[in-house]
């Protein structure tokens, strides 16, 4: 999907899950439906589409999904990274062991959250990730 572009001040962030309900979810609460963020968001369904809509254009921050087809989280954040390092990744799993989270952080994440996701930690940790 094309994100619209950014309004002045709007930070692009792209969501990335083979699960659309996840991906509108995200999308809804990124964009204002409860309470308007100023952030635009571009989605992607699996990792290569996600390392394309990065080549296309640099989002401030990735919400990417561990397990994908095609192209997982892990091998799609090698390659974000390979294209800019400077990219926070945000990996959202639905596996909550703390060695999967340690190797996603060894792997280049700037943080990890579980599925189900709960809102008020997502914001803490995209606030953290945004921050100049």
Not at 26 to 37: I, N, Q, T
Not at 47 to 73: F, K, N, S, T
Not at 83 to 106: F, K
Request: aromatic residues 6%.
């Amino acid at each position: 999907m094309v994100a619209p572009v950014p309004a002045p001040g709007d930070k692009l962030i792209l969501v990335v899950d083979d699960e659309p309900s996840v991906r509108e979810l995200l999308v809804s609460y990124f964009e204002g439906a409860w309470v308007p963020r100023g952030y635009a968001v571009e989605t992607a369904d699996n990792g290569a589409d996600a390392v394309a809509a990065v080549h296309r254009r640099r989002p401030a921050l990735v919400l990417l999904d561990v397990e994908m087809p095609q192209m997982g989280g892990v091998a799609a954040l090698r390659e974000i990274h390979a294209i800019d390092r400077s990219i926070p990744v945000i990996m959202v799993t639905g596996n909550e062991s703390t060695r999967v989270a340690g190797e996603l952080i060894t792997d280049g994440a700037f943080s990890y959250i579980p599925k189900p996701v709960k809102f008020k930690y997502l914001d803490h940790l995209v606030a953290a990730a945004l921050r100049p």
